[in-house]
């Protein structure tokens, strides 16, 4: 079934509004995304489907970053560059530590971090 035979209205709205969605508007509501799957991780710390999900998200969108960064030709200053890789190991480890403990320390602290890192993308895309 595709977006244009859904029976969700809300499914269709969804995949519509993320096809419409761009650049760092894009990348900024991955963040958001990933800051509210750990927090749904945070609430019901039991469920461990939506942990999987929540950890298994944010390894492969703070990958991403990762690849990004790494390659030739990136925009970004090479300082910041580098804060920005630094930072993706520390949420990398938390991520892997996070697979065996139930501290919620580190959830609150990976979510912070993606909702700083959201912040910042949504504002530029609203300059840009």
């Known amino acids: 079934m595709n977006a244009f035979t859904s ?3 809300a499914r269709l709205y969804a995949r519509n509004e993320c096809a419409s969605v761009h650049g760092r508007a894009a990348e900024g ?6 800051a509210r799957l750990l ?3 945070l609430r019901a710390p039991a ?10 998200f944010n390894r492969v969108l703070w990958t991403a970053l990762q690849a990004d960064l790494a390659r030739p030709g990136s925009p970004l ?8 890789l630094s930072l993706s190991l520390y949420v990398y480890r ?11 320390e580190p959830l609150e602290a990976l979510i912070e971090i993606n909702r700083n890192i959201a912040g910042g993308l949504l504002a530029t895309a609203e300059d840009g």
């Open 47 to 56: 469920d461990t489907a939506a942990r999987a999900h929540a950890l298994n």
């Open 7 to 9: 029976r969700d209205p």
């Open 29 to 34: 509501r991955a963040f958001v995304n990933a």
């Open 39 to 41: 927090d749904r991780v």
């Open 77 to 84: 200053p090479p300082a910041m560059r580098a804060r920005l």
């Open 94 to 104: 938390a991520l892997l530590a996070l697979r065996v403990s139930r501290d919620p």
